[in-house]
């Protein structure tokens, strides 16, 4: 009689790096590799899509970037306001999600706090380098789009329960987000 070992069983309560199927390996590689992508594009369009030295403002004053957005109607500015208000907070959602994804057993304002220091980092370097407009608005905006994103991923939970149904899932919209992400970082020339 040939007694082998059977492989042990991944637990199913995040991501692991021991895993039971060649599946859920293929699934988190895809999860990463998405990802990568995904912060790769975020690199390039909050940081190094201006020339070093080319802007440099700093707004501390919360809302007033997003309450001037609103009072100013000229044609063009509207299209633009609204642009940066839903962008700021679209682009950061894919990040509530990974981080919560990654980090399952955190509370949502531990997540929360990890976008938002993600954002604060981001405009602290904008500042610095004069690579864009340093603004209390855009971190608030990202913060929202990160709740969202987090709210997301409870819901898929909560849906799906197991864990290994949610990586299913993430991968799959991972893989359905990629020619957007290689669209934006490859195709796409970012003049800002």
Not at 130 to 136: E, L, N, P, T, Y
Request: positive net charge; proline residues 4%.
């Amino acid at each position: 009689m040939d007694v082998r070992s059977q492989p042990t069983a991944a637990t199913d309560d995040g991501p692991s790096w021991r895993f039971t199927t060649k599946r859920a390996k293929a699934e988190t590689v895809a999860i990463f590799a998405v990802f990568a992508l995904y912060a790769a594009f975020l690199l390039r369009l909050l940081l190094l899509s201006r020339a070093p030295g080319s802007e440099r403002s700093i707004n501390l004053i919360p809302f007033a970037s997003i309450a001037e957005y609103v009072s100013s109607h000229p044609s063009g500015t509207g299209k633009v306001a609204f642009a940066n208000v839903v962008g700021n907070i679209l682009i950061f959602i894919p990040l509530g999600v990974y981080v919560s994804w990654l980090r399952p057993r955190w509370a949502a304002w531990l997540t929360v706090v990890t976008v938002a220091s993600v954002s604060v980092a981001v405009e602290i370097i904008q500042g610095v380098f004069a690579v864009g407009a340093s603004d209390i608005d855009d971190v608030i905006l990202n913060c929202v789009g990160g709740i969202i994103g987090i709210l997301t991923f409870r819901l898929l939970s909560a849906i799906l329960r197991k864990q290994s149904l949610v990586r299913t899932a993430i991968a799959v919209l991972s893989l359905l987000s990629l020619p957007v992400w290689c669209y934006f970082l490859f195709v796409v020339r970012l003049r800002m």
